[in-house]
């Protein structure tokens, strides 16, 4: 496939379940509140993912984070740096990770659909190709043999030259006279 492997798409699996789990493993050792919010950034980063292009979803990511990071540093909200810090990554995290599974499983399904017409025309490619190396073959195959004829039939000091399109020249340097 075009760029993509099985492989590639299975880590990004992995990926996209270990690392949320992660976050809430270790949201879990913080306030009920903190947890909840990790938990529901990281649904709004999975549902934004998979629902809106990745351009879009790149200035989500942006623009949130922007004002997540003001509104926790500069309020006066009394969670510690871990806290916000877990808060501020999970959305980011929860959306980068199904935005890359989807581009994934879509850019799969194109390369599954287009697989065939692709088989189809590297076929007609190569059979195209071969047309015409034995095109070219069969007239390099003629040309040496009316040179090897010609070559027969000329005199010692006459030279041949190949012109083109079956064209050759006899370059001699005796004069006409002296044959006859």
């Known amino acids: 496939m075009n760029n993509i492997s099985r492989k590639g798409l299975e880590l990004k699996a992995i990926f996209a379940l270990v690392l949320p789990s992660l976050l809430l493993a270790v949201a879990s050792n913080f306030s009920r509140n903190i947890f909840l919010g990790v938990m529901m950034l990281l649904i709004l980063g999975a549902v934004i993912g998979l629902s809106v292009p990745t351009i879009v979803s790149t200035w989500l990511i942006l623009i949130l984070t922007v004002l997540g990071l003001s509104s ?10 871990y806290g916000k ?6 959305f980011p995290l929860g959306t980068y990770l ?10 799969w399904e194109i390369c599954k659909k287009n697989q065939s017409s692709a088989s189809n025309i ?5 059979n195209c190709k071969r047309h015409i190396i034995r095109r070219s073959y069969i007239k390099r195959l003629r040309r040496f043999q009316i ?4 070559k027969k039939s000329r005199l010692v000091d006459e030279n041949l030259c190949y012109r083109r399109n079956g064209q050759f020249l006899i370059i001699s340097n005796t004069s006409a006279s002296a044959h006859f």
């Open 85 to 90: 810090t877990l808060l501020l990554v999970s």
């Open 122 to 126: 590297t076929t007609k490619i190569l």
């Open 72 to 81: 926790l540093t500069l309020g006066d909200v009394a969670i510690d740096f």
């Open 147 to 150: 040179a090897r004829v010609l």
């Open 98 to 107: 199904t935005s890359q599974i989807k581009e994934c499983i879509f850019r």
